[in-house]
């Protein structure tokens, strides 16, 4: 099973970055993705996940008006759009898999390498 993130990169206030996170191994009509981050000095925390049934769950709400979660099944893959970034959306975003339901912190049966997304003022 390997989780690929990718899409990460330097930019400046107000832009906005495409988040993937490419799944092999096991399928997203079982699994739900979830995306994480975290911030330097920071615990790890939740973003959003796309269940296996294509339903939302938002971990963080400051983040539900910037940043959208989808899924290609086709693709096998999982996207985070996130818009109008802020210095503070600063981090190393991971994803994770978890069979049946959203993937957290502490209950996460795959994590992806992450990738980082610095936010310049």
């Known amino acids: 099973v390997q989780l690929q993130a990718s899409g990460g990169g330097l930019v400046q206030a107000g832009e906005s970055v495409r988040l993937s996170c490419e799944v092999s191994g096991i399928s997203l009509d079982y699994y739900a993705i979830g995306w994480f981050r975290q911030a330097p000095g920071k615990e790890r925390e939740g973003v959003q996940c796309?269940?296996?049934?294509?339903?939302?769950?938002y971990f963080a709400a400051a983040e539900k008006g910037r940043f959208t979660i989808s899924r290609d099944a086709d693709k096998n893959t999982v996207y985070l759009q996130m818009n109008s970034l802020k210095p503070e959306d600063t981090a190393v975003y991971y994803c994770?898999?978890?069979?049946?339901?959203?993937?957290?912190?502490?209950?996460?049966?795959?994590w992806g390498r992450g990738t980082q997304v610095t936010v310049s003022s």
């Open positions: 796309a269940s296996s049934k294509g339903g939302i769950t």
């Open positions: 994770a898999a978890e069979l049946n339901f959203c993937p957290t912190v502490r209950r996460t049966s795959y």
